[in-house]
Nanobody, 125 residues
Framework: QVQLVVSGGGLVEPGGSLRLSCAAS????????MSWVRQTPGKLEWISSI??????TYSDSVKGRFTISRENAKNTVYLQMTSLKFSDTAVYFC????????????????????WGQGAQVTVAS
C-alpha cells in the first residue's frame, strides 16, 4: 500500500531554513506527480508539486522561498524551505494524489491516511 513518510521538521526562527524529505513506497514513484500540502487548524493548503519529469509549480505563498525536488532512485521528494515566516507554521505532508492548480481538473484536497503523520514545522522567535 501507499506509504509516505515525512522527516526533517522542527523549530526554526523567522528567516531560517529547513529541508523536508518524503520517502515514498507502494506505487510507481518515478512517474507520479508528487505534491506538498500543509495543514493548519481547519485548513489544508497545497503549496508545491513536481511531475515525474521534473516540472515544478508553487503556490504564491511560497514561490521564491521554497524549492521542490525529487530523487527517483531513492523514491524521495524534498522541500527546501528558506526565508521562513511565522505563517509557514504547519504540519507538512507529501501526497501522490493531489492535482496541482492548472495541471488538470480542479479537485478538492482531501487528507488521506496514506499521507501519514506529516512533519511539524514551527517558525518562532
Amino acid at each position: 500500500q501507499v506509504q509516505l513518510v515525512v522527516s526533517g521538521g522542527g523549530l526554526v526562527e523567522p528567516g531560517g531554513s529547513l529541508r523536508l524529505s518524503c520517502a515514498a513506497s507502494g506505487f510507481a514513484f518515478s512517474s507520479a506527480t508528487m505534491s506538498w500540502v500543509r495543514q493548519t487548524p481547519g485548513k489544508l493548503e497545497w503549496i508545491s508539486s513536481i511531475s515525474g519529469v521534473g516540472s515544478r509549480t508553487y503556490s504564491d505563498s511560497v514561490k521564491g522561498r521554497f524549492t521542490i525536488s525529487r530523487e527517483n532512485a531513492k523514491n524521495t521528494v524534498y522541500l527546501q524551505m528558506t526565508s521562513l515566516k511565522f505563517s509557514d507554521t504547519a504540519v507538512y505532508f507529501c501526497a501522490n494524489d493531489v492535482v496541482p492548480p492548472g495541471w488538470g481538473d480542479p479537485q478538492p484536497i482531501v487528507k488521506k491516511d496514506s499521507w501519514g503523520q506529516g512533519a511539524q514545522v514551527t517558525v518562532a522567535s
